[in-house]
């Protein structure tokens, strides 16, 4: 009998250490880039506020919502001069089709197709976080947090149309002077320089979901053996 309630207890602790362990799980992808990359609206090197100028840049997923943070090389002001308008963006490929999107610039895109563009802006002295959809066109309203150095936005796969699978590349732009939506850009940063980050690497969060699983049922089984050696 005491052998038995033993047995019931390490099952329970261990299903309670797997739903644990499940749960502390959140992927992060997180990557670091380059200081003094700025460049013009050409492409050129350029040199302009540090708060431009990506140092690491990561995307992480929990409980369903992705966390995508920022951190540049210098202090995030509250406020700048009213003609300017700063935004630090992740351009998302949410199909991963770059035939999709209206977007054409390359400069920033990596050749991603941009459906949906997560953002925080600041113009002048208001901040907003946005995503913003361009096939059909969409708006609403993000979490967002701008602390010292660090801009963190969050957004749903139904922010993204859905999608749980996508490309990205994060990008810090500045306009001055800023007129209207077209206006060009006078000094960015991205993020990768070459290339884009892709997101199904998040798919390795299923992993402990499969190893506990495969765990939970091989202690089931061997609880059931022990039983019958008992009864035999
Ligand atoms: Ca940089
Ligand atoms: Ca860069």
């Known amino acids: 009998m005491i052998r038995r309630i033993i047995s019931r207890?390490?099952?329970?602790?261990?299903?309670?250490?797997i739903f644990l362990f499940d749960h502390a799980v959140a992927p992060v992808l997180a990557f670091s880039d380059?200081?003094?990359?700025?460049?013009?609206?050409?492409?050129?090197?350029?040199?302009?506020?540090?708060y431009l100028d990506i140092v690491t840049y990561d995307l992480s997923l929990s409980g369903g919502t992705y966390t995508g943070k920022i951190t540049v090389n210098g202090?995030?002001?509250s406020s700048i001069s009213s003609d300017t308008l700063?935004?630090?963006?992740?351009?998302i490929d949410a199909d991963r089709n770059n035939a999709t999107s209206p977007w054409r610039l390359a400069i920033i895109t990596n050749t991603i197709g941009v459906d949906y563009l997560v953002r925080v802006t600041l113009l002048g002295g208001v901040h907003s976080g946005q995503v913003l959809g361009f096939v059909p066109r969409t708006t609403g309203n993000l979490t967002y947090k701008i602390d010292n150095?660090?801009?963190?936005?969050?957004f749903t796969s139904s922010d993204i149309g859905g999608s749980k699978d996508f490309d990205f590349v994060a990008v810090v732009r500045k306009y001055v002077p800023y007129d209207a939506p077209g206006t060009q850009f006078s000094a960015a940063d991205k993020a990768p320089n070459l290339q884009y980050i892709t997101v199904p690497e998040f798919s390795v969060g299923l992993l402990p979901v499969v190893l506990s699983t495969s765990l939970f049922?091989?202690?089931?089984?061997?609880?059931?053996?022990?039983?019958?050696?008992?009864?035999?």
Do not use: Y
């Not at 207890?9 to 250490?17: D, E």
């Open 75 to 77: 202090p995030i002001p």
């Open 86 to 91: 700063v935004e630090w963006d992740f351009l």
């Open 34 to 50: 380059p200081v003094g990359d700025l460049f013009d609206r050409n492409g050129n090197p350029i040199s302009a506020e540090s």
């Open 149 to 154: 150095q660090t801009v963190t936005i969050e």
């Open 9 to 17: 207890r390490h099952v329970l602790v261990a299903c309670l250490i």
């Open 217 to 232: 049922i091989s202690l089931c089984f061997a609880r059931r053996r022990m039983t019958k050696n008992r009864a035999t």
